[in-house]
C-alpha cells in the first residue's frame, strides 16, 4: 500500500464518521475541495461509489459501509500502536476518544480526568456522551464506559465507580390522597414520570427484581422527558414517580424533597466500568488514564 492510499483512506474514514465534507475537512486541517478530490480519486482506484451525496445529506454506500467495518478495526490497531510509541517520550502523552452516557460523565468520568489533565497537558482526551451502546472498535473509540452487565465479553473491563441502585421516588405530596405502591404492579394506578432513551427506541420500561423474580413495568403518567434533570424536576413538582439513579436525588432525599418507594425491589447492581478491546496494548499514557478512572473504594 502506498503512503498516499492510507490517507485517502483516512479522509474517507472521516468524511463517513462526520458525515459532512465541512466538518471533515475542518477536522483533517484541509479544504472542502481538496477532500472531495481525494473521495473522488479512491473511488475511481476501487472503481466503486462509496459515498451517496446529495444536497442535503452524505451517507456510504453499501460498498463504502463494507470498507468502514474493515478499516476501523485496522486503524484502530495502528493508533494503539502509534500511542505505544508514546513511552519513549519524556511525558505521558496521546490522543483518546471515549464513549459514555451522560450521566457517568457527570458523576465520574469528568471529576477524575480533570484531576489528570491538569498535570498532563499532552494527554488529550475527546469525551462522547450518547446514551445507545457504541461499538467502539468499528467507531474508533479508545474506550467506552457503560454499566457492568452491558460490557461484551471480550472486552477488558475496570470498574470506575461503585455498585449502582435505581430507585423510585415521588414528592410527597404524591400520596396525599394515594398510598404508596407496595409491588411493582400497583405503578400502574399512580401518576409516573416517563423518560424516552434513544437507545431502547422508546419509554424505558423500569426493572425490578426482589427474591430473585425480575420484573419489567412499563408506566404512564401526564408527563415524559428524555433527560434526568428534567425528570428530576418534574418528580419535584409533584408530577409523579420518577426511575432514576440513587445517586442523582440523594441530595433531594436527605433534605425530604422526595421519598423513596419499592425500595425491597430495587437492589444493587455493577456500576460503571471503563472497557477497552483485550488485544490492545496499553500505552503509558493509556495506562495512566485508566488508573485516574479506576473505581478506588474507600478504606
Not at 458523576?107 to 475527546?126: C, G, H
Amino acid at each position: 500500500m502506498r503512503r498516499e492510499d492510507l490517507g485517502d483512506l483516512m479522509a474517507f474514514l472521516t468524511v463517513a464518521e462526520e458525515q459532512s465534507f465541512t466538518k471533515a475537512a475542518a477536522r483533517l486541517g484541509t479544504s472542502q475541495s481538496s477532500l472531495s478530490l481525494i473521495i473522488r480519486r479512491l473511488e475511481a482506484r476501487l472503481g466503486l461509489r462509496l459515498l451517496t451525496r446529495t444536497t442535503r445529506s452524505l451517507a456510504p454506500t453499501p460498498a463504502g459501509e463494507q470498507l468502514l467495518l474493515t478499516l476501523g478495526p485496522a486503524l484502530g490497531d495502528i493508533d494503539a500502536q502509534l500511542s505505544a510509541l508514546t513511552e519513549f517520550r519524556d511525558k505521558p502523552a496521546g490522543n483518546f476518544r471515549i464513549t459514555a452516557g451522560q450521566h457517568a460523565i457527570d458523576t465520574l468520568i469528568w471529576p477524575k480526568l480533570s484531576k489528570l489533565l491538569r498535570d498532563y497537558p499532552d494527554i488529550k482526551v475527546e469525551l462522547n456522551a450518547e446514551s445507545a451502546l457504541t461499538d467502539i472498535v468499528t467507531d474508533r473509540f479508545d474506550a467506552g464506559v457503560r454499566l457492568g452487565d452491558q460490557i461484551q465479553k471480550d472486552m477488558i473491563a475496570v470498574a470506575v465507580g461503585p455498585m449502582a441502585r435505581m430507585i423510585c421516588v415521588a414528592a410527597p405530596s404524591c400520596f396525599d390522597q394515594l398510598a404508596p405502591p407496595s409491588t411493582p404492579q400497583e405503578l400502574t394506578e399512580h401518576r409516573c414520570i416517563n423518560l424516552r432513551l434513544p437507545s431502547y427506541g422508546g419509554f424505558y420500561p423500569w426493572e425490578f427484581e426482589k427474591d430473585g423474580h425480575e420484573m419489567r413495568v412499563r408506566v404512564d403518567g401526564q408527563v415524559a422527558f428524555n433527560g434526568v434533570p428534567q425528570t428530576i424536576a418534574g418528580a419535584l413538582d409533584g408530577y409523579g414517580i420518577a426511575y432514576l439513579h440513587e445517586d442523582v436525588v440523594r441530595e433531594h432525599l436527605i433534605r425530604g424533597r422526595l421519598v423513596q418507594v419499592l425500595a425491597d425491589w430495587t437492589p444493587p447492581f455493577p456500576g460503571y466500568h471503563l472497557y477497552y478491546p483485550s488485544r490492545r496494548h496499553p500505552s503509558p499514557a493509556f495506562s495512566m488514564l485508566v488508573d485516574a478512572l479506576r473505581h478506588k473504594p474507600a478504606q
